[in-house]
């Protein structure tokens, strides 16, 4: 079903539906060779509005949106704004026009300061002075409080998202796109920045597209919102006469539960009933033998007093899932790192089921049997440039290889094996992997590691920017791989997501464990204290 909002009167709206026509699509067509990316969409943003814009990985809404934004040419339909018909031919364009996006992945140079990257696309002589009072001033007029003089690669994800955003008003944009702005945000920074959206949208009456995947973020910040499956527009409404579980059906196609699944849709009801009637996603172990097993891990930082992690001792038994809760910032990319074997350590040692791993040896944990789900899987998860087949393979070789000659039959049967367990939806086993989705590039990483029957699973915030399927699908990974004996440490900032799957739940804060209990000992007022720092009581 397509729903055609072709002009102010035709298309449902929220609260502001006497705003006036910021924004139209009409009949947008994209198309990738064979594959129909956007198909007929029509799309109809207010000012004064904040329209949500929801589907699964792969649906057509990035594409939708760069489009927009002069990344993508239509191959038919055309863009309104304010009623006048335009052409978008680059990024460039899209800025003059009074059009700016804020992407899901960065696009800063970690290498430079925030204010040189502010800089960045601007024409003409640079001004660092002036470079420098225009963030502030930015920063002060949004409330998003940033250090130009800051590199940006020791940033968190948190203050980085803050820069981006701050180098989208530098062009005072009518027309703002948001692609999940808040999946490298804690709660409150969330808060923060939904504040500020709806002031300078009440106040200065622009208009803003929010792509999210969390429907009870949808629910809270939007006016409007419409759906996308497989390219087309499935729904499109005033957000007050919609409901998390409604959206999840028209994103899927299918009723998603509101059991355990409600982590899945992005419901923080499981967080705010704690020690109520609160259903589990699964059942609570008893405690198995010893697999993993940190022991006063630290690693410094160049030019910081405070190590990045500071004597972090940490257990995982078999069969159990541990959550690593804290606020984004706090020691757990580097945690990651050293489990990935990509960060040394300057001191403590690594026991995996009581044997000590040789750090210093590349790739000494994978071989003991630790597979990990890294934290930014477009990094250091995947290769991008390679197909998914190879993807698949690379860790595997041995087990495709004749005499040590990769046997290409094999690598393909292989691959073809794990696309259709893991539910990977690609073109073809050679596609490249930066041509999938958010959603089925973490199936790709998530099948490699599995597949190499691993003793212990590492998942650092493995649901990110994924859609409520994609999410629904990861969580249940995770349990059938406690299920089956498997040891996993789940470290999230998604606090509803630690306690909905946790047997234990540990606390990071500043680089060591406050605290540590069983899940059903959490009490939410000291979850809070601990996220803020403060050590659990002993007694």
Not at 25 to 34: A, Q, S
Not at 40 to 55: K, Q, Y
Not at 445 to 471: H, Y
């Amino acid at each position: 079903m397509n729903h055609t909002p072709a002009s102010n009167s035709s298309a449902p709206s929220g609260g502001t539906a006497s705003g006036t026509a910021a924004l139209e699509l009409l009949g947008v067509t994209k198309r990738f060779g064979p594959v129909v990316a956007c198909s007929d969409v029509s799309l109809l943003v207010r000012a004064g509005e904040i329209h949500g814009l929801l589907g699964e990985n792969g649906a057509g809404k990035s594409t939708l949106m760069k489009v927009l934004t002069g990344l993508f040419p239509p191959d038919s339909g055309e863009i309104r704004l304010s009623g006048q018909r335009v052409i978008v031919r680059s990024p460039h364009e899209a800025a003059r026009l009074g059009i700016a996006m804020v992407h899901q992945h960065f696009s800063l140079i970690p290498q430079l300061m925030v204010w040189e990257n502010f800089l960045l696309g601007e024409r003409g002589s640079v001004n660092p002075g002036d470079a420098r009072r225009r963030i502030s001033s930015i920063g002060e007029r949004y409330g998003l409080d940033v250090d130009p003089n800051a590199f940006v690669g020791d940033l968190t994800a948190g203050q980085r998202q803050r820069v981006e955003i701050v180098k989208c008003f530098r062009s005072d944009p009518r027309v703002i796109v948001l692609d999940e702005p808040t999946s490298v945000l804690t709660q409150a920074e969330s808060i923060v920045l939904f504040d500020v959206l709806r002031r300078v949208v009440a106040e200065q009456q622009r208009a803003v597209v929010l792509i999210s995947h969390k429907l009870d973020e949808i629910e809270r910040a939007t006016d409007v919102v419409t759906v996308m499956r497989r390219g087309e527009v499935v729904h499109h409404g005033a957000t007050k006469d919609t409901d998390p579980a409604g959206l999840a059906r028209h994103m899927v196609g299918r009723p998603v539960a509101l059991g355990g699944e409600r982590l899945a849709l992005g419901a923080t009801e499981t967080v705010d009933r704690i020690g109520g009637d609160v259903e589990r996603p699964r059942s609570v172990r008893g405690p198995g033998e010893l697999a993993l097993d940190l022991r006063k891990i630290t690693v410094g930082a160049p030019n910081r007093a405070q190590p990045l992690l500071d004597e972090l001792s940490l257990t995982v038994t078999a069969g159990s899932i541990l959550g690593l809760a804290g606020v984004e910032g706090n020691g757990q990319l580097q945690l990651g790192s050293v489990l990935a074997g990509t960060q040394t350590i300057d001191s403590g040692s690594v026991f995996v089921n009581g044997t000590r791993v040789d750090l210093r040896r590349p790739g000494a944990l994978a071989r003991s049997g630790v597979a990990i789900i890294t934290e930014d899987r477009h990094h250091d998860g995947c290769a991008l440039d390679l197909s998914v087949e190879q993807n698949l393979n690379v860790f595997n070789l041995g087990e495709v290889s004749v005499r040590g000659v990769l046997d290409p039959a094999a690598t393909r049967l292989r691959a073809e094996r794990l696309i259709e367990e893991f539910s990977i939806i690609c073109p073809s086993p050679d596609t490249p992997m930066g041509a999938l989705s958010g959603g089925n590039q973490q199936r790709v990483v998530l099948a490699r590691e599995l597949s190499r029957n691993p003793k212990i699973l590492v998942a650092a915030q493995p649901t990110r920017g994924l859609d409520v399927g994609a999410v629904e699908f990861m969580l249940d990974q995770l349990r059938q791989a406690a299920d089956c004996g498997m040891a996993v440490l789940l470290i999230s900032t998604e606090l509803e997501e630690v306690l909905g799957l946790s047997d234990r739940v540990a606390v990071i804060s500043r680089g060591r464990i406050v605290g540590e209990m069983a899940r059903d000992e959490v009490e939410l007022d000291e979850i809070a204290m601990l996220l803020g720092g403060s050590q659990r009581s002993s007694s």
